[in-house]
């Protein structure tokens, strides 16, 4: 037992992830010292990068809370754990369960709800909401959907004073 008393280089997570996904796929990868488990070691290593890396984008959009997409709503979703009753879409972000099923909910007629896709068209993408409106050109990153939001906001305090 000599090898173990010199300094190693730190771990850190890369290491610590390979080791853990490997063992838990019942792999021998790390146990073993033999220079033919070299590969297998590779493969978990470049798979906690992958992890690694994911997580690390993960930090640089902030916290793992998201705010409802709705600007005047203040409560927030844990994406680690999610509550139930929160929607997402991919052209305007998430939605809390109070907004999802007012705006996204189960009307009969699509022109009823308030759900945004982007269609192509010939100048280019268009921020368009199933009730039939649609954001027109768009100018900046995340424009159609700051113009989707105003949209919804007045339509919430339409059904507000219709309600
Ligand atoms: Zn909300
Ligand atoms: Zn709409």
Redesign the pocket.
């Known amino acids: 037992m000599t090898a173990q008393t010199a300094p190693q280089p730190a771990e850190g997570l890369r290491q610590h992830l390979a080791e853990a996904m490997a063992q838990e796929a019942g792999s021998l990868a790390f146990r073993k010292t033999g220079t033919e488990w070299e590969h297998p070691r590779s493969v978990w290593l470049a798979r906690a990068d992958a992890a690694v890396n994911a997580l690390h984008r993960w930090e640089q959009q902030g916290t793992i809370f998201r705010m409802?997409?709705?600007p005047s709503?203040?409560?927030e979703l844990n994406i680690a754990q999610p509550e139930r009753g929160w929607l997402q879409s991919s052209s305007v972000g998430y939605?809390?369960?109070?907004?999802?099923p007012l705006l996204w909910g189960d009307a009969d007629d699509p022109r009823d709800r308030h759900v945004p896709a982007w269609r192509q068209v010939s100048t280019g993408a268009r921020l368009c909401c199933s009730c039939g409106w649609d954001a027109g050109p768009t100018l900046f990153r995340n424009h159609g959907t700051v113009l989707w939001q105003a949209h919804v906001l007045v339509m919430l305090e339409t059904m507000e004073t219709a309600a």
């Open positions: 409802c997409t709705i709503c203040l409560r939605m809390c369960p109070d907004h999802g």
